[in-house]
């Protein structure tokens, strides 16, 4: 069974840093490409950064370029999300999420960020 457990959000202030886990059990970790999400209050939700099952590639999206880092660490099934100059806009909450397509998407519980003075 698939299983996804998110940790180390929080309230940081403007200009703060944050660090996000996410710790993957039930596959094949190593296999699989790894993605973050994030939905805001009203908004869809969106893709924040992915990372292939090596870690040799990585995207983001523009909103997060230069301030966001995603990493993994396949001998202990954890992605990471080391987001840097958090801004308000970021307040979200943020899933981690795997799976070859839409239709076999599996999803953590989300953790809160909220960036605000």
């Known amino acids: 069974q698939v299983q996804l457990v998110e940790s180390g959000g929080g309230l940081v202030q403007p200009g703060g840093s944050l660090r996000l886990s996410c710790a993957a059990s039930g596959f094949s970790f190593s296999s699989y490409v790894m993605r973050w999400y994030r939905q805001a209050p009203g908004k869809e939700r969106e893709l924040v950064a992915s990372i292939t099952s090596g870690g040799g590639m990585t995207n983001y999206a523009d909103s997060v370029k230069g301030r966001f880092t995603i990493s993994r660490d396949n001998a202990r099934n954890t992605v990471y999300l080391q987001m840097n100059s958090l801004k308000p806009e970021d307040t979200a909450v943020y899933y981690c999420?795997?799976?070859?397509?839409?239709?076999?998407?599996?999803w953590g519980q989300g953790t809160q960020v909220t960036v605000s003075s």
């Open positions: 999420n795997t799976g070859r397509n839409r239709a076999n998407f599996y």
